[in-house]
Nanobody
Framework: VQLVESGGGLVQPGGSLRLSCVVS????????MSWYRQAPGKERELVAS????????NYANSVKGRFTISRDNAKNTVFLQMNSLKPEDTAVYYC?????????WGQGTQVTVSS
């Protein structure tokens, strides 16, 4: 099982980034997918999630209207489009796959929002 995040980096406040997470080793289309983040000294928090069929999404209040989660089941990939980025969005972003008691995680990608 592998989940590989990419797309992180350094961006100025107000900018945009698109994170991707490519998975392998399990049936992607059967899993709910989520993006979490963890800032230094803080607990990991849920940013956004999307149901296996892509028909339901959920967002943290802090990112509603700015971030969009989506998935391409044909490409085993989940995305997080992040717009209007703020310094408080700085964190390591992780993708996660869940189905019943199964729970897989990627290694994370760093997002830094700074001028």
């Amino acid at each position: 099982v592998q989940l590989v995040e990419s797309g992180g980096g350094l961006v100025q406040p107000g900018g945009s980034l698109r994170l991707s997470c490519v998975v392998s080793g399990f049936t992607f289309s059967r899993y709910d997918m989520s993006w979490y983040r963890q800032a230094p000294g803080k607990e990991r928090e849920l940013v956004a999630s999307i149901a296996s069929g892509g028909d339901y999404t959920n967002y943290a209040n802090s990112v509603k209207g700015r971030f969009t989660i989506s998935r391409d089941n044909a490409k085993n990939t989940v995305f997080l489009q992040m717009n209007s980025l703020k310094p408080e969005d700085t964190a390591v972003y992780y993708c996660s796959a869940k189905r019943f008691r199964l729970d897989y995680w990627g290694q994370g990608t760093q997002v830094t929002v700074s001028s």
